[in-house]
């Protein structure tokens, strides 16, 4: 299989540096312009209501979108061009929505100082088309990745590239925003200042990124039609999936809870860090610090993660990551003027790995939930933290125009402006409210996540024996027999399941009729034709099924569940078509040794008691060598 080139990977990653810039400039420093330029020259008490105006429907305007995003999946993935799938709608959708961004920072071409009637109707319009369009090309970007390649490895190398240049583009905002703004207002008006001359230059300058950037994925990205693509059967999630795999699964529900606190917390301070540097410290030209400090500890926290995980569990690292964004409100609070002080309260405020934490737990939920629910859901759990960040955007979107509001700090007003009583209020909602959600979403993780690493494993075991023993498949003709042709899935010394359960006592759990490998070769090949059923979160393990309904497991390992998936690469997607032969896995059986776990192959069928005939002929085999077929009914 080809590698991906650099001139792939730039491409996409460069795409996410402008597709978070745009999203950072929208739900962020918006609100920043509706509450101190937008409405500048309008008296104080008509131009507040109109800013709470605007922020109510702002929020009202993105959680009503919310339940528009499966409708626009399915659109995107219903799209055939020459010029595939996605990359129409990437660049349909950033062109457009930065078309429409811009006139959103002209005040609407200055109707907003005219006739406030006719700019809330017109308002209205263009914002939902504004959000539907960049809903398109955030639909579009992540879903490219199946589409420019079909090995998981490289996947998540361009997952990783896109979530870094992800944070630079957010972070770099905070860096720029002061003197963009600053600078195009002198310009303008003389003025040492962030005006709406300032703020339009800055909407123009990061919606010509996130244009560029579009283009750069569209020009350095190729779209495979390759059979995956072709083959893979991805149900669409509804929002109201979205719910009932939530209610039905009490560890995806707390997560979720945990998460939702966390995430409203968290970028809502975002949101106000600029008042904070404005009107608190008056220190307007250093907010870039805050923008800076988030760079350099984003960087550096993802990496340390996965040094981290292996000696200290994720729930610890959640602890830690929570108690250090708590200690950041306290530092905000009583630093004042102190800049080391406040240096040392952003890295706090950004060293968390609450998100982290969150999709790894969520993942893990998805064989919990199997498991005492019956129910196997990866679109739904892959659905859910979007869902939540779009719903703590909305939210953090009213919460910064509220508090610009009660507080004062809309139109012309200045740090001079400030009463104790306005810092107060400041305080109040930006640091004492979100702090408290901090500790509720650490306290709900605590009390009632479960899902750790040690659980997860346990549930997998439990989850392979009760897939080994029951009836979970499609009702059969009890009266149809059927013959399956088996070849060999992997080169080895081949034994019944059954016998060298009698010399290896590790592979007790394994309860159902099957093979056992020992491999030569850290490879595993489809035995039959037929289709992907699922795969454990952890990659070591998945389900196959003929194409006349005999199912099976194929598990690489004995405890090889606590690797969490390292050394595992998968070749394929959950639903794809699959035939005799095919490379479905590779693994690493070095690793696999030297965290003291055995290689084994075991390949047991599901649901035993339709078995009616099943031999093995033991001895040394390769991969594609015919086996004794089985018979079932």
């Known amino acids: 299989m080809s590698k991906i080139s650099y001139k792939e990977r730039i491409g996409f990653a460069l795409g996410n540096l402008g597709h978070s810039a745009f999203y950072g400039a929208l739900s962020t420093y918006f609100i920043v312009y509706v509450t101190s330029g937008m409405f500048a020259g309008v008296e104080k008490s008509i131009a507040n209501k109109l800013i709470g105006l605007i922020t109510t429907l702002v929020v009202i305007i993105r959680l009503a979108e919310v339940v528009l995003d499966p409708i626009l999946g399915n659109i995107v993935d219903n799209t055939r061009t020459k010029y595939g799938k996605f990359k129409p709608w990437l660049l349909i959708g950033t062109i457009v929505s930065a078309i429409l961004l811009i006139i959103c920072f002209t005040g609407v071409f200055g109707l907003s100082k005219v006739n406030w009637l006719l700019f809330a109707i017109a308002f209205v319009i263009i914002f ?74 800055f909407a123009i300058i990061i919606s010509l990124v996130a244009v560029l950037c579009a283009l750069a994925t569209a020009w350095g990205t190729k779209e495979k039609n390759n059979i995956i693509r072709n083959s893979a059967n991805q149900e669409k999630t509804s929002i109201k999936d979205v719910f009932v795999g939530i209610a039905k699964n009490d560890q995806m529900l707390w997560t979720s809870l945990a998460y939702l606190m966390y995430s409203v917390a968290y970028v809502a301070t975002n949101g106000v860090l600029f008042y904070y540097f404005k009107f608190v410290l008056d220190k307007p030209n250093q907010f870039w610090i805050a923008g800076v400090v988030a760079t350099i500890v984003g960087f550096f926290t993802a990496p340390l993660y996965g040094i981290l995980n292996k000696f200290i569990p994720r729930k610890v690292l959640y602890t830690i990551g929570q108690i250090s964004m708590i200690l950041s409100y306290i530092i905000f609070l009583t630093a004042h003027d102190n800049p080391v002080l406040i240096t040392i309260g952003l890295i706090l405020f950004n060293f968390n790995y609450a998100q982290l934490v969150t999709v790894l737990t969520l993942t893990d939920a998805i064989e919990y939930g199997q498991l005492h629910n019956g129910i196997r859901n990866e679109a739904v759990t892959l659905s859910i933290r979007p869902l939540l960040d779009k719903i703590s955007g909305a939210f953090s979107n009213g919460i910064v125009g509220f508090i610009a509001v009660a507080a004062g700090m809309t139109g012309s007003a200045t740090a001079n402006d400030m009463t104790s009583g306005n810092i107060h209020t400041f305080e109040l909602f930006s640091f004492y409210t979100p702090l408290t959600l901090a500790a509720l979403a650490l306290i709900i993780f605590l009390w009632k996540v479960k899902l750790s690493e040690k659980v997860h494993a346990e549930v997998v075991d439990q989850l392979e024996a009760k897939l080994a023993t029951e009836n979970i498949t499609i009702p059969v003709d009890a009266s149809a027999i059927k013959h399956q042709d088996i070849i060999a899935p992997a080169d080895g010394d081949l034994t019944a399941l059954e016998t060298l359960k009698q010399t290896n006592q590790d592979l007790a759990l394994f309860h159902g009729v099957g093979y056992a490998i020992e491999p030569t070769k850290g490879e595993v090949y489809a035995p039959f034709d037929g289709r992907i059923r699922f795969t454990f979160s952890t990659q070591h393990a998945f389900g196959i099924e003929s194409d ?86």
């Not at 079909?150 to 002061?178: A, K, P």
């Not at 639903?575 to 290689?599: A, V």
């Open 548 to 633: 006349n309904g005999l199912s099976a497991i194929i598990h690489v390992g004995i405890g090889t569940v606590n690797l969490r998936g390292e050394g595992f690469n998968l070749h394929f997607v959950d639903g794809q078509e699959i035939h005799r032969g095919d490379l479905l896995m590779t693994f690493d059986r070095e690793i696999i040794h030297d965290n003291g776990y055995d290689d084994t192959i075991i390949m047991f069928f599901v649901d035993p008691k339709r078995i009616e005939e099943f031999e093995v002929n033991s001895g040394t085999i390769n991969h594609g060598d015919d086996l004794q077929p089985v018979t079932f009914k």
């Open 128 to 201: 939902v088309a504004l959000d539907i369009f960049y809903s398109f090309s955030d639909v579009a970007y992540w879903g490219m990745v199946p589409a420019i390649s079909e090995n998981s490895q490289e996947r998540g190398v361009f997952t990783v590239l896109g979530s870094f240049t992800g944070t630079i583009g957010w972070n770099g905002l905070t860096i720029i925003v002061v003197p963009i703004t600053t600078y195009f207002t002198y310009l303008a008006t003389g003025k040492h200042e962030q005006g709406n001359a300032g703020w339009l230059a």
